[in-house]
């Protein structure tokens, strides 16, 4: 005998609050892992006797997480994912009052099993990938409308970390749930940049060589005749209506008005387009088109890696204190020192008076986001020259401790 409409009410209300007890006491030391596997195999059973064979396929297809059901650990980018579990749980919650409502609203002798067939879950589960498509001319060009050096955007640029930032916001518009995993850079055989600050061949060659090492970063070169784009447009908008045949979410990364048409005609077919903009002054019509926009110009940082340098102070050159100050993080505590041996670094595990051993002298301390170093510090070559000089004549001068004052101001006294 079927269950009746309160009984399958009170099996789905059982599920979802083994799910929520779940997801109140998980931890990275408490995975109840088989308390999760109880509640998901216990669910697809219990759609098994409530809707016909396509719902629990469905279920396990958009919401089924392999690694955890057969007891493997599973890794993303190198660590445990904590959140990607979170988010698993989540989206089985939601399936199952997605459930509950169709009981609630379709329950009788016929409408149930009609229901389950013409009705569609209205949720899109964390395990659906959105790939990223980047427009890589109006990418770059968008990076140096920030006055960032060209060189430097060449020896740092990454997009692994436009792919963390990306999907960090997304988990924050809380009607989205997809994840980013797959980053196409399109372009064309042409250098970089606009006429008056275009790329090297080597500067894009070294560029191209970099992120095409990136595990998920794929380039994709357009060879086009003349000096129009148009070919690369023309190819974004094929791969844009390509990928999504079979996927409902897809994030474009430029703000060229050429993509309001497909943007326009993926809208019309309940294709979810989230446009990613770097740039203060963004077209209207685009953002009119997608069905979210997100601004990453104030995390510009996340494009760039840091590999925080030494050298040694008899050997420093300009452009070794350019390259030092470019090769630190502006979202972290900074420090410029100098150690006893002649070593010059900038440290950010360290800064203002802590661990101070072998250290000769150290300067002010530099507080996150004030951009006092990363590539758009480095990009000020005043700025450079002036760092620079302080460090080289505090040497010069034997000074000693913490400076926060022109060292010649003390310094070139006492040599006197």
Request: aromatic share 12%.
């Amino acid at each position: 005998m079927k269950p009746s409409k309160n009984r399958k009410l009170e099996l789905i209300d059982k599920k979802i609050s083994q799910f929520q007890k779940i997801l109140a006491e998980v931890t990275y030391d408490k995975l109840h892992y088989e308390a999760y596997k109880s509640a998901y195999l216990g669910t697809e059973l219990l759609l098994t006797e409530l809707f016909p064979k396509e719902e629990p396929n469905n279920f396990h297809n958009h919401v089924g997480f392999t690694a955890f059901i057969e007891g493997k650990i599973f890794f993303y980018e190198g660590g445990w994912e904590l959140q990607e579990y979170k988010d698993n749980i989540n989206s089985c919650i939601a399936y199952l009052e997605a459930y509950r409502n169709r009981i609630q609203n379709f329950w009788g002798t016929d409408e149930l099993e009609t229901a389950a067939k013409s009705t569609v879950v209205p949720l899109i589960s964390m395990n659906d990938k959105a790939p990223i498509i980047i427009d890589g001319a109006n990418f770059i060009n968008r990076i140096l409308d920030m006055e960032i050096d060209k060189g430097l955007i060449s020896k740092q640029l990454i997009l692994r970390g436009l792919r963390e930032i990306l999907n960090e916001k997304l988990r924050d518009l809380k009607t989205i749930k997809v994840k980013c995993e797959k980053i196409e850079f399109v372009c064309s055989k042409k250098s970089f940049g606009p006429s008056s600050n275009k790329f090297t061949r080597n500067e894009r060659n070294i560029l191209l060589s970099r992120i095409m090492e990136e595990i998920g970063v794929y380039v994709k070169e357009v060879d086009i005749p003349g000096k129009s784009e148009k070919g690369v447009d023309i190819m974004i908008s094929t791969r844009i209506e390509t990928y999504l045949e079979n996927s409902n979410f897809l994030v474009l990364v430029s703000a060229d008005r050429d993509y309001i048409p497909v943007l326009n005609k993926m809208r019309e077919k309940q294709k979810k387009i989230i446009v990613v903009s770097l740039q203060s002054n963004y077209p209207r019509e685009i953002a009119n088109e997608a069905y979210a926009r997100i601004d990453i110009k104030d995390n510009y940082e996340c494009l760039f890696e840091y590999s925080y340098p030494r050298f040694f102070i008899h050997d420093f050159t300009i452009e070794n204190c350019r390259e030092m100050i470019s090769d630190a993080d502006d979202r972290k505590t900074n420090q410029i020192r100098v150690d006893d041996h002649g070593s010059v670094y900038i440290s950010h595990e360290n800064v203002g008076s802590a661990n101070l051993v072998g250290v000769k002298y150290r300067f002010e301390t530099f507080a996150p986001f004030h951009g006092y170093v990363g590539p758009k510090a480095a990009s000020d070559q005043r700025f450079v020259n002036r760092q620079f000089k302080q460090i080289k004549s505090a040497w010069e001068l034997n000074a000693i401790g913490y400076i926060d004052y022109p060292v010649e101001s003390v310094w070139g006294k006492k040599k006197k």
